[in-house]
């Protein structure tokens, strides 16, 4: 299977050969240079971005064009022998969109005049069809953040769930498709938990929360979200897209160190008695022996070269001495942090560089490597007396990434990606005196817990998981600019798979445990082609495109997915045809109108495609009570998608922004259960599962710069469905359930979502005093404000002639208020800074799961049960976080 692998990878580098053809990385800038006593348009004028290689010159009609802009802020300078030279700065280029300019110059009677503009930034782009947001480095840098993943619950259409997962627009856990230089990031088996019963573990759900993406937030020079619809070149995605573009190699030397602590305040729940008295269970009930709660050690104990608790990140870039045209970027993050609950610790490995080298001013290349490791455990409160026997998590990713970026002419270019990527995903019991994970054969042991049937008194965690995947892929894109109008652009990719599964479940049968082994080595293939054109007049704006996406699993499914003895086929592979179409409409100056519609497909994971597949074999599936199968012969899933909105700006200063959208998701991936001839009890995988989503998004934004940048979200949504998980029906058939057949609100369906963010910034000002200079002068302030209704719950009674609908119930609103305060001195040429940050700053109780009897947390109602003791029913991790002080410092060159 190995060298399949590897000949699929030759014939795909020779395919490359003879294919030139990404997601958008870049953007450009278009404009008009006319005389400005006359009027009448300068033909052969030059326009330069100063400090890079990309220019144009005017063409007959004074009009010019700039392609393959990379996002960032730029000094523009226009030149013509007999003129005026005009520097206009800080003109803002972003991904995919246009950015357009107007000059007017003025006859020179002296050689080498200069006149020096300062770009207005447009509030509203005309040319951007769909909801999208732009968020800058900087932005993520001074908000009061972890990391770029924490903006994007700040955006409109984005919600976190309890466990922590992402939801764009009512899509399910993994909708949401994240790009770096245009290469996908995403784990094809997305941590593996999905098809085990056990995702009902809160500790497990938030595990697979877990994106995996680690980057320092000083390698990122522009994050766009897209919640909306989207263009044809991003595929097999069905919610939204995350595209981060990296930062380009400066041409001087520059850098950025900072340092921020652990919490220095002490947690409420990492000490003895934390909410309740604790319970310190008995181990045996002759001896009388119990166990104490007593607060972990640093890291629990875990070894680190670098033993401190806190993090440190930073950057460093510019020109490799003696190499002409070769720089570079480096950024790297070394973290170790401590969990706020009774115990758990994350600890952060990562590192990102790129090389650029320029073989002349219209040939570029690059290469980056990214490396991340991740050694984690979440607080799972039933190990709240023995967390070394709990399960952890060791996460290792690497990718390589090498670009050819080719201008063949002033209005055609090329970009060509070959990335390969490599991903381990474990998971087990921790062997602490040998510094190792433990052998799932001979020492793990049956986890029992006490009398009560609440906490783990001896035992360990009843999993061991091993994933791993590889991905070679080749993409690409042609953008070809015809005329002033249209841009078009088209290009394919190729991904070759190399997914392993290995897992351990119960495997202590001398003590009645399952004993399941589960294993599986696919190589799917997935290909993909796109065709788009962006039309561009005064008056309107169209992004018009066709997708086509190609599938082949690569594996045998059951002929009858209800019938085990109906044997083997071969699955085929799915082709998906993905139409795509967005307009703009400026209605003035100040108003825009824009709407989108699109056919969006997702193949499921991978992980819940090929899990189980042992039980096909009707013998094997007989020994079994009850088991889910995976199903190679699913299909794509799909989402119709349409929005409209406007864009209005208010004044010079502000804009608002208001999207109503609707979302239609059929054939999403469920679970239906068989039982056949009383000894195949069984669910498997299949498309299923439906929904509906509808709401409204309202952004506003702010500026007086330098002082305020306001950003307000809000959204409305109702997203409803007959499954909120894939495994659902598989869980109410396992527990003898009735199975939904209609629509209710999704665990996910948040009805409403506020944020704000505020950055107040004091600059230096010319001719302020010493203590001013030294006191105020640089100073930033900025907090996130956050309020969102809480989700659904299903209540329970004693009533069994009581019909009760699927979480029909509602938790409590959640609100915090997150506070960053920095000041910056400067010295020697370099910035010396030093900040602090507090996180729930009003120190509020967020309630993030509720006791089904009463709809309170930490209160059931039914004391005299079992497994509702005080201790165990106030499990912590059903808050969010308290109030938790960091403090640090940064230097800046």
């Not at 294919?19 to 404009?31: E, F, R």
């Not at 930034?121 to 908000?143: A, F, H, W």
């Not at 008695?273 to 709660?293: C, H, M, Q, T």
């Not at 592979?573 to 108003?591: D, F, V």
Request: glycine content about 8%.
């Amino acid at each position: 299977m190995r060298h399949t692998f590897l000949k699929t990878t030759l014939v795909f580098i020779l395919g490359v050969l003879v294919t030139c053809l990404l997601a958008g990385t870049t953007g450009k800038i278009v404009g008009t240079v006319v005389d400005k006593q006359t009027g009448e348009p300068l033909v052969g004028v030059n326009i330069r971005l100063l400090n890079t290689h990309l220019g144009a010159s005017t063409d007959l009609d004074g009009q010019f064009l700039i392609l393959n802009v990379p996002p960032g802020v730029y000094d523009v300078e226009v030149s013509m022998l007999g003129y005026k030279t005009i520097v206009q700065k800080d003109v803002k280029v972003s991904i995919d969109l246009t950015t357009r300019l107007t000059f007017q110059l003025e006859e020179a009677p002296i050689e080498g005049e200069e006149v020096v503009v300062v770009a207005e930034r447009p509030l509203i782009r005309k040319d951007i069809t769909s909801r999208q947001s732009y968020i800058g480095s900087k932005e993520i840098i001074d908000l009061p953040v972890s990391d770029f993943k924490a903006v994007l619950s700040l955006q409109a259409g984005i919600i976190k769930d309890a466990a922590g997962r992402l939801h764009i627009r009512g899509g399910r856990q993994g909708e949401i498709a994240f790009l770096i230089d245009g290469v996908y990031m995403d784990d094809p088996l997305q941590g593996g938990f999905g098809s085990e019963l056990q995702e009902s573990n809160q500790a497990r759900q938030a595990m697979s929360a877990n994106l995996g993406i680690l980057i320092s937030d000083d390698a990122i020079d522009e994050m766009v979200v897209i919640s909306g619809t989207f263009n044809a070149e991003y595929g097999n995605v069905m919610s939204g897209v995350v595209n981060i573009v990296t930062r380009e190699p400066s041409p001087t030397y520059t850098g950025r160190l900072e340092f921020t602590s652990d919490y220095v305040n002490r947690s409420p729940y990492r000490r003895p008695n934390a909410l309740v008295e604790d319970k310190n269970p008995i181990v045996d009930a002759l001896s009388g022996k119990r166990l104490f709660y007593s607060p972990p050690e640093n890291l629990q104990g875990f070894p680190t070269r670098l033993p401190f608790a806190g993090q440190f990140q930073g950057s460093f870039s510019g020109p490799v001495p003696g190499v002409p045209h070769l720089s570079f970027f480096f950024s790297g993050k070394y973290a170790n942090l401590n969990s706020h609950l009774p115990h758990g610790f994350d600890l952060q490995r990562s590192y990102f560089t790129k090389l650029t080298y320029y073989l002349s001013p219209t040939f570029k290349i690059n290469f980056t490597e990214n490396f991340s490791r991740r050694i984690f455990q979440i607080y799972d409160h039933a190990w709240k007396y023995l967390p070394q026997n709990q399960g952890l998590n060791w996460l290792t990713q690497r990718r390589h990434i090498f670009t050819i970026t080719h201008t063949i002419s002033p209005r055609a270019f090329y970009i060509l990606n070959v990335g390969l990527s490599d991903q381990r995903s474990e998971f087990g019991v921790w062997n602490w005196k040998e510094n190792r994970f433990a052998d799932p054969e001979t020492e793990y042991e049956k986890g029992e817990r006490d009398n009560e049937l609440e906490f783990y008194v001896r035992g360990t965690d009843d999993l061991y998981l091993l994933s791993t995947s590889r991905v070679f892929s080749i993409k690409g894109d042609l953008n070809y600019q015809a005329g002033m109008h249209h841009e078009f652009k088209t290009g394919f990719e190729i991904k070759a798979h190399d997914l392993s599964t290995y897992k351990r479940i119960e495997p202590w049968p001398e003590q009645g445990g399952a004993n399941r082994t589960i294993a599986f080595d696919k190589q799917p293939l997935e290909a993909a082609f796109y065709i788009q054109d962006k039309i561009e007049y005064d008056y309107i704006i169209i992004n018009a495109g066709l997708r086509l996406d190609y599938v082949d699993v690569r594996a045998e499914r059951w002929r009858e997915i209800d019938n085990p003895l109906s044997g083997l086929v071969k699955a085929s592979p799915r082709y998906q045809l993905s139409p795509r179409l967005g307009m703009a409409l400026p209605i003035s100056e100040n108003t825009v109108f824009h709407f989108s519609y699109g056919h969006f497909f997702q193949f499921p994971s991978y992980a819940d495609v090929y899990t189980n597949l042992v039980y096909q074999n009707p013998e094997i599936m007989s020994r079994e009570a009850f088991v889910i199968v995976g199903n190679p012969g699913v299909e794509p899933q799909k989402t119709v998608a349409y929005e409209a909105g406007l864009k209005f700006q208010l004044g010079n200063s502000s804009a608002l922004d208001v999207t109503a959208y609707f979302k239609d998701l059929t054939n999403l991936l469920g679970t239906r259960f068989y039982r056949r001839q009383l000894i195949y009890r069984y669910s498997v995988f299949t498309n299923i599962d439906y929904g509906s989503v509808k709401g409204i998004d309202f952004s506003w934004r702010y500026f007086y710069a330098p002082y305020l940048q306001l950003n307000v979200n809000y959204t409305y949504s109702v997203a409803t469905g007959n499954s909120s998980f894939p495994t659902d029906q598989a869980y109410n058939a396992y527990f003898q359930l009735e199975e939904a057949h209609q629509e209710y609100p999704l665990d996910f369906d948040q009805r409403h979502n506020i944020s704000a963010s505020i950055i107040l910034t004091y600059p230096r000002r010319e001719g302020a005093s010493m203590w001013e200079r030294w006191l105020l002068s640089n100073t930033n302030l900025s907090v996130i404000i956050q309020y969102a209704s809480g989700f659904p719950y299903t209540p329970v009674t004693d009533d069994p002639t009581l019909f009760i609908k699927p979480n029909s119930a509602r938790m409590p609103w959640t609100g915090t208020v997150d506070l960053r305060l920095e000041k910056r001195w400067n010295f020697m040429g370099s910035q010396w800074g030093v900040f602090t940050e507090i996180t729930n700053l009003f120190d509020r109780l967020n309630v993030l799961r509720v006791q089904p009897y009463t709809g309170r947390i930490w209160d059931t109602g039914k004391l005299d049960l079992l497994a509702t003791g005080t201790d165990y029913v106030h499990d912590p991790s059903d808050a969010g976080p308290p109030r938790l002080i960091r403090l640090g410092a940064v230097v800046q060159f």
